[in-house]
């Protein structure tokens, strides 16, 4: 994370008004709420998921790479909004942070909010592993969708997709553990062995920002 410029969307259009936001010094009405959003993420393919919804609702988005602390806690709501918190404060833009874990029921939850630092250390391969001889394989994913103002106003969204831990890593497409989850709506096919389309009609992230979109054009595009 190196920059807070935005990389993706509608470019031209949002690195005016991120401009003019700093110059204005966020007056309640000099910023487009309800048609832009900032999305403060490490992770290009969790951006890419929300641009496809983002677009149903007609919101223009743009990724922001704003280095933040991501909270050390066993419940992934709270690091949503430290971190929701932190990003809105450094760059005085309303923002949204996405945190998602993935909870095997078998492991007691486990990696649950460890999920990012069990993705970087032992991997799908580890969790196969670990579940070599578990008949129990149900699991799901959580996703928390934080939304903060430079006020600290905070709203959360959750979203969440149940399936289980295939036996072994099928497709090519997605991140992380796509290709060991297979929900259970998803015909047999795991995350990975979707396209991005399809996979968000049956996944946690998709669902969560389609309760932000409702609620972000409901709640601010009539005042425009
Ligand atoms: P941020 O910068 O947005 O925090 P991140 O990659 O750290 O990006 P999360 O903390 O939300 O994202 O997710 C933790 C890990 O869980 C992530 O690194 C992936 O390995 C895995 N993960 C999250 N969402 C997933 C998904 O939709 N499919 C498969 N794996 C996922």
């Not at 496809?52 to 007609?58: C, D, G, H, P, R």
């Not at 979707?194 to 049956?202: F, R």
Request: proline letters at 4%; hydrophobic letters at 40%; one cysteine or more.
């Amino acid at each position: 994370m190196k920059s807070n410029k935005p990389l993706y969307g509608n470019n031209n259009l949002i690195r005016t008004l991120f401009k003019r936001e700093r110059r204005l010094k966020l007056t309640k009405s000099s910023f487009p709420r309800g048609k832009v959003a900032f999305f403060v993420t490490s992770n290009v393919h969790k951006f890419m998921e929300a641009r496809l919804v983002f677009a149903e609702y007609k919101i223009a988005a743009a990724l922001l790479r704003v280095p933040v602390q991501e909270l050390q806690d066993d419940n992934i709501e709270n690091i949503a909004k430290a971190s929701a918190r932190e990003a809105a404060e450094k760059t005085r833009l309303p923002v949204i942070v996405e945190d998602t874990g993935l909870f095997i029921p078998a492991l007691d939850g486990f990696p649950g909010p460890y999920s990012n630092y069990v993705y970087r250390t032992i991997g799908t391969k580890g969790i196969l592993k670990i579940m070599r001889d578990s008949s129990q394989r149900k699991a799901y994913f959580r996703s928390i969708v934080a939304y903060c103002d430079p006020k600290g106003a905070l709203e959360c969204f959750e979203g969440k997709a149940e399936g289980k831990i295939t036996r072994k890593e099928r497709g090519s497409s997605g991140f992380g553990f796509d290709p060991i989850f297979e929900p259970l709506s998803g015909n047999g096919k795991t995350f990975a062995e979707m396209a991005t389309k399809e996979k968000n009609e049956h996944a946690h992230r998709a669902k969560a920002f389609k309760k932000f979109a409702e609620w972000y054009v409901s709640a601010f595009r009539r005042r425009f």
